[in-house]
């Protein structure tokens, strides 16, 4: 059974940095594309960066220059760096992985809890 297990989420005074760690274990198939989403109180969950298995990145515009994605295949582990944080980036951080064996399955973290605050 696939799991995937967020860390490094908490409170951060703006203009700090975070670091999120998501480590997918029981992994049968390929891993192509990882990713992080975040949801805000009220607002729909919405696309944070992608890597897919060759390394390309994806950035919604809000974070372009301050966040950076990262993957270790060998560990099965995706990261995002988080610099220059903002109140407005408080959210709850989603991991999601996506899987090839037959087919192509989705799977997404429990989330981490991301509070930028004075």
């Known amino acids: 059974q696939v799991q995937l297990v967020e860390s490094g989420g908490g409170l951060v005074q703006p203009g700090g940095s975070l670091r999120l760690s998501c480590a997918a274990s029981?992994?049968?198939?390929?891993?192509?594309?990882m990713g992080w989403y975040r949801q805000a109180p009220g607002n729909q969950r919405e696309l944070v960066a992608t890597i897919t298995s060759g390394g390309s990145t994806n950035y919604v515009d809000s974070v372009k220059g301050r966040f950076s994605i990262s993957r270790d295949s060998a560990k099965n582990t995706v990261y995002l760096q988080m610099n220059s944080l903002k109140p407005e980036d408080t959210a709850v951080y989603y991991c999601?992985?996506?899987?090839?064996?037959?087919?192509?399955?989705?799977?997404w973290g429990k989330g981490t809890l991301v509070t930028v605050s004075p």
């Open positions: 999601k992985v996506k899987i090839v064996r037959f087919s192509a399955t989705v799977y």
């Open positions: 029981g992994i049968i198939g390929s891993i192509v594309d």
